[in-house]
Structures are given as C-alpha cells and as structure tokens.
C-alpha cells in the first residue's frame, strides 16, 4: 500500500488544520490506519488512529482537540486539529497495517505542521 498525505502548513496557535491520507494500491485488508508526529530533536509518537471497525485511539496530549475519520469508500483517513498548540508542531505521517498485532509497517512521507505562538 503507498500512502500520500497532505494538509500542513502554518497556523497560529488555536488554530485548526486538517490532514488528510490516501491509501492506494493494495488496499483491501488494511486494518488500522493512524497518524504519528515527530517533533524536531524527539521521537516519532503516536496521535491517533481508527480501525476497520471504527474504534478510534488518541494520544492523552490530543483528546478533545483531534478528530480522526475514516472513509472507507474512498480509502483516506482525516485527522482533524482543532485548538492547535505551538508543542504540536511537528511532521506528521500517515500510517497503515494489515494486522492488528503488529506494529505500523506503511508509511506516508510526512506534512509539516507548524504552530505559531
């Protein structure tokens, strides 16, 4: 499966962005698909994902703030922003698997969210 997602940019802080990912290619199986951020000079962690069942999963650092969605007609999965703070900035990426058990192995290349304060 190839991921492309898109939607970053600069907002200021209390602001909203909305992230979005295509999943193309061999889509039938996907399991979850979420969304990881990685902050300059930190680790990737995770913010959110949806399984093919809907059960949705937040980091507590973006519960009440993110929205995560999935449209499973037209295989894309939106992550939603709102109240942005300046310690969300981050690159963002999409990711996806097959197998609930196992870690995400598909990675979208990433979109830059900046947030002024």
């Known amino acids: 499966v190839q991921l492309q997602a898109c939607g970053g940019g600069l907002v200021q802080a209390g602001g909203s962005l909305r992230l979005s990912c295509v999943a193309s290619?061999?889509?039938?199986?996907?399991?979850?698909m979420g969304w990881y951020r990685q902050a300059p000079g930190k680790q990737r962690e995770f913010v959110a994902e949806i399984t093919s069942d809907g059960t949705t999963n937040y980091a507590d650092s973006v519960k009440g703030r993110f929205t995560i969605s999935r449209d499973y007609a037209k295989n894309t999965v939106t992550l939603q922003m709102n109240g942005l703070k300046p310690e969300d900035t981050a690159v963002y990426y999409c990711?996806?698997?097959?197998?609930?058990?196992?870690?995400?192995?598909?990675w979208g290349q990433g979109t830059l969210v900046t947030v002024s304060s």
């Open positions: 290619g061999t889509i039938v199986g996907i399991n979850d």
């Open positions: 990711a996806a698997k097959y197998l609930r058990e196992i870690p995400y192995n598909y």
